[in-house]
């Protein structure tokens, strides 16, 4: 595990499934923290979703768990729940992604985690928030898609309602989750203070959605529909060129200038001369630049684009990434062994040049880690040394070991 990472010396348990938690403590794992991920003795469900080198060390699972120690807990029997209660005693953090009403019935509720470490970081991941009408319905990435307005927007842009082609809810609800947890560890950091966090999936994804298509509804009285125009515009695609597809985006006027001149598409009159202008006529102007670009081919476009320094790229196939010219340059892609032999991750987009991060290392077989955790506990006290011992009116340091 990173032991050079921003979060080296942070523990923190996790008791979260499926996705969106996962991903919040994956990255936390690859930032140095220690993350002991709590499982049900069938595991978690994700384990078995997709294809892997052995039953239960499925892609996702692997991918979004990495670098973690798996310890099973049978949460049902009075020994889990006391051992689950040991180890949140000595952890900076505590998060799950239980319903409100199913963690306090097992005794985990913010007020009995925090009477015994009051100084945690609790963060609770929720599909809605626990203040609305809706906090006890079950969620999923594609239903929080539906309620937030993607498909809506989708539609829009396509004609029929769509989702994304990746499970957005849940890794931007995670993304959420992460920062939210590490601003509630800085408040700690200088106040010795621990406090309880809520992300639910449900708001953070009407948030992301609302930054730009909140727009004229905003104001009061509404000054036009929430929606943004360019985003939805039905020609707002991949251009099809003589051989292929082209991503390009001709969007600010010095951008603009340089296109016309150098392309100069007879179409392209005074009406287009500015941004606003270009707004106000965009479903033309896409439908305009697609018979444009048709008129050459891929490498065509890319080499005048570039050379003209406006925003292009090739419509790229997942796949096409793991031997990105780019990725490889800067390193973005690391191997890490693992039982089943070399895994091939992708690595952290943030980099820090005093506390770098890196791939925390493989998955963890279900309950690999359970025997060595607890008799470390048993055994090593000094190893332990929780937050629940320390002045929760102090500031706290940061010297847990792994």
Known sequence: MSQTGPLAGVRVVDLTAMVMGPYCTQIMADMGADVIKIEPPAGDNTRYISVGPEPGLGGVFVNVNRGKRSVVLDLRSAEGVRALRDLVAHADVFIHSMRGRAVAGLGFAYSDVAAVNPAIVYTNCYGYGRRGPDADRTAYDDTIQAECGMPFAQQRLTGAPGYAGTIMADKVAGLTALWATV????????????????????ETMAAFMLVEHANGAMFDPPLGEAIYPRAVAPDRKPYRTKDGYISALVYNDKQWSAFVAAVQPPWAGAEFATLAQRAERIDTLYALLGATFAERTTQQWLDLLHALDIPAAPVRSLDELFGNAHLNAVEFFETVQSPNGPVRFPGMPAWFS?????????????????????????????RWPGAAQCDAGAPQENSRSS
């Open 183 to 202: 601003m509630a560890l800085f408040h700690r950091e200088r106040t010795g203070q621990g406090q309880e966090v809520e992300v639910a999936m449900f």
């Open 354 to 382: 005093e506390t770098p991060g890196a791939v925390a290392g493989p998955a963890p077989r279900l309950g690999a880690d359970t025997a060595r955790v607890r008799a470390a506990m048993q055994a090593d006290r000094t």
